[in-house]
């Protein structure tokens, strides 16, 4: 990845101020010095002096856009990415683009190409950084639509203002250097009064001065230390699913930058269903904030200011940021308003109250509650009215018991039937089947009957005591049930990331674990999902892993694409290609995306705390594949090294091995050619050729082991003469060494073997006892069938014994007091041929001195020939 880029901008009060004028002055200042500049877009606006500046540089052509029958021109930002210029000028930053380009935002462009590594110029107006908006909307009474993320502009290395006073800049309204005709003269009477752009002037200025003193106490934190210069302040504000939520979390964002201070905007969840407006309402403001440079979180309690409070002593904060209200609902007169408990149980936390305001239209009104609108209750008709049908439910079923019980009896059964029935309903259905149980159970079996009044104290008693414990169990009931069912789900969850960190640690291979997370993921959310996984051969994605459930076509895998090569979460939802069908998230290991997870939320917004899990899961997922990956890049690595290591040996052993004989057959020659009778010579080079020989068929046959070629093709053979034909065919190598054959008594004479299998692995032991022990000391070749159906065959020496009997089979191993010769795989060879043969093969010291060498291999066995094996 290139270092990004550079981002200057130039910063207006309002239009007309020369913002891009002065951007094109630099730019033509900085192509006279030689830069390499390209105007990706500029709007003149048909100025003619601030066209004459682009007179000179470089103007990349615009992409066409067709939108409802008609042609729009936008950037060209893969042109411009790949023209790769040293400075781009892009106008208009808070911009939006025409439905279909790849980005919502102009701003979001910017991103792309400081991504990418090009530096950038671009101009905006004050109205549009997102923390400013409101603000400017009051003063004007205009919305402003489009906006700029203030952490966007945290990314700029440089910030300029370009600054005029309002009477200069009505003067150039007067003369139509900003708007021509109708145009300027309503802007003149509207927008551009002299009072607001005072205010919109005070507005840029005060910006620019919280950028400086930033600026300034990074330089002190540079300079000196970090403790001493860093703000301690950390914010937090509370985010429902109002819409009045939006100017609190702008005004927030505002405090944190002229603080230089971190902020949190905290949901908390408690046992209140939302429904599907209001949740995706809440989606979108903890979006925003997120958008703005907030982390968001959502905490479950059970209560909005026990929430608050433990999200903010968890994280550190000073401050907490609320709404507030000029009156109150019905139930803060009854009790303390959320408000002021917060107050009160803050501690050293300091409470800030402001005044919410609609997004882009000024102040909430009077009695809006302001501290977060979930703690408002929300009552359902729905639920009243099957509260209302219990209700009645119970008077009928009670009715007929009348005169066998009392109604002191029917009220306790009328109250279990409260506390049942509120384990189904809404707060509003338990209070409804509350209250119109005891109004029923008065109505029908008190005296007077079929009336509301009450003669007796008794009964007065039991119906406020029946009202009460209804609406206090009734209540209690239905908040244990809803509280239950937000841990549940909060297990659930907590459990299938359990079970997917189980199947990435679990999996035998990467397809398994795709497979597995995919089903896991769809089980969790209940919608349809895909995997691409990363392609080692070109770095690309491969095709949907076939345990996927999603479908994607030709554009969904391009914007997957483009979300495993950039990293970053594209597709609906994000402003990177909003439009797609479905939501696609890098699988982001710690070096590298692995893949891109995708996923179809169907018609609804996914909401933020689903996104949070998804990212969570596509996070995890990432870095288990990185991991398997990397895992599996060290298997191959140490395999490639063995094998290098093994050639190496290799070489080093054959060219020791074949260099005395090539010497013997040399020298032969020679004296063959200078007239010396070859007769006397024959047998040295016999014993060069058996030499090449045995090299080269250990080569053959240590290859042979290797590559499974070897098959055992047995046969009935008789024992004792496989001992004798091994001795015989290892005369040659056993002349200076006694060799003493036996047979255990009792021992078959008949085995199901390999002869010619078995006669190589005893000819490589007989060779290697004869190579490493001394002159005239016996060997000792011996057979038995210690157990039925196993057959032992024992090669002892009398040699110096084993250095490390654990490593004797390990191909190319040499004792350090090794006689010279031979290659290392003879006694590899014999552990070859054993284990083909279903045995095992063991060395070791033996008590009486020397090496021993046991091959146990399991066989049928025979005194006769049988008829048929």
Known sequence: MPDPGKLKVYLGMCPGVGKTYAMLQTAGDLRAKGVDVVAGIVETHGRKDTAALLEGIEVLPRRTIRHRDADFEELDL????????????????????????????????????????????????????????????????????????????????????????????????????????????????????????????????????????????????????????????????????????????????????????????????????????????????????????????????????????????????????????????????????????????????????????????????????????????????????????????????????????????LAMLMLCGVIVGA???????????????????????????????????????????????????????????????????????????????????????????????????????????????RDDSNHQLQAPHPSGTLPLDAKERSVALWAFENKQAAGRGTGTLPEARALHLPLQGRSFAMGVLSVDPGNEPLPIVERDLLGSIAAQLGLGLERNHLLHAIHHAEFLERGDQLRRTLLDHVSHELRTPVAVIGSVLDAVDHGAAPQPLIPEMRAAQKRLRRVVDQLVESTRIESGAVEARPEWCDLLEILETAASDNEDSLTEHPLRISLEPGTPALVWIDADLILAAIGNLLANASHHTPAGTPVQLHAAVPDPGLLEIRVTDQGPGLENPDRVFDRFHRGTASRPGGLGLGLSIVRGIVRGLGGTAEARNAHSGGAEFILRIPVRTAEHLPSSP
């Open 423 to 533: 384990l189904f309903l809404t707060p509003a259905g338990t209070f409804t089947l509350a209250v119109l149980s005891g109004l029923l159970w008065n109505f029908l079996f008190t005296e007077p009957r079929f009336s509301i009044n009450i003669r007796s104290s008794t009964d007065v008693t039991m119906f406020v005591a029946l009202l009460v414990a209804s609406l206090s169990m009734g209540w209690l009931s239905n908040r244990l049930q809803r509280r239950g069912l937000a841990i549940a789900r909060q297990q659930a969850r907590t459990t299938r990331l359990l079970e997917i960190n189980t199947i990435l640690t679990g999996a035998s291979d990467t397809d398994e674990a795709v497979g597995s997370c995919l089903q896991a993921v769809s089980s969790l959310f209940n919608f349809p999902c895909a995997i691409q996984l």
């Open 78 to 409: 893969d042109g411009l990415i790949a023209r790769r210029p040293a400075i781009a000028l892009v106008d208009e930053l808070a911009h939006s683009n025409v439905p279909g380009s790849r980005h919502p935002k102009r701003w979001q462009d910017v991103a792309e190409l400081l991504d990418a590594g090009i530096d950038v110029h671009t101009t905006v107006n004050i109205q549009h950084l997102e923390s400013r908006s409101d603000i400017v909307s009051a003063i004007t009474r205009a919305p402003v639509r489009e906006t700029v993320p203030d952490a966007f502009l945290d990314r700029a290395e440089e910030i300029e203002l370009v600054d005029l006073t309002p009477r200069d800049l009505q003067r150039r309204m007067e003369e139509g250097k900003v708007y021509l005709g109708d145009k300027a003269a309503a802007a003149a009477g509207g927008f551009f009064k002299e009072s607001h752009l005072t205010a919109l002037r005070q507005l840029a200025l005060r910006y620019t001065a919280e950028r400086v003193g930033a600026d300034l106490r990074e330089f002190q934190i540079q300079r000196r230390d970090r403790s001493t210069w860093r703000s301690s302040e950390r914010l937090l504000v509370a985010v429902g699913p109002s819409p009045f939520s939006v100017s609190l979390i702008r005004r927030t964002r505002s405090m944190a930058g002229a603080l230089d201070a971190p902020w949190f905007a905290i949901a908390v969840t408690t046992d209140e269903t939302l429904n599907a407006e209001d949740r995706n309402r809440l989606t979108e403001n903890l979006s925003l904030a997120r958008q703005l440079g907030a982390e968001t979180a959502m905490v479950e309690a059970t209560g909005l200011v026990e929430g608050l409070l433990a999200a903010a002593r968890e994280r550190g904060v000073t401050q907490i940021v609320i709404g507030k209200s000029p009156r109150h609902g019905w139930r803060d007169r009854f009790g303390r308003p959320p408000a002021l408990r917060l107050l009160q149980q803050s501690g050293d936390i300091d409470v800030v109250a402001v005044e919410p305001g609609l997004p882009g239209n000024g102040l909430a009104p009077a009695g809006e509650s302001g501290l977060h609108p979930a703690a408002r209750r929300r009552w359902q008709t729905g639920g009243m009215a099957k509260g209302a049908a219990i209700a009645l439910l119970l008077a009928i079923a009670g009715y007929p018991l009348f005169g066998i019980l009392t109604a002191q009896d």
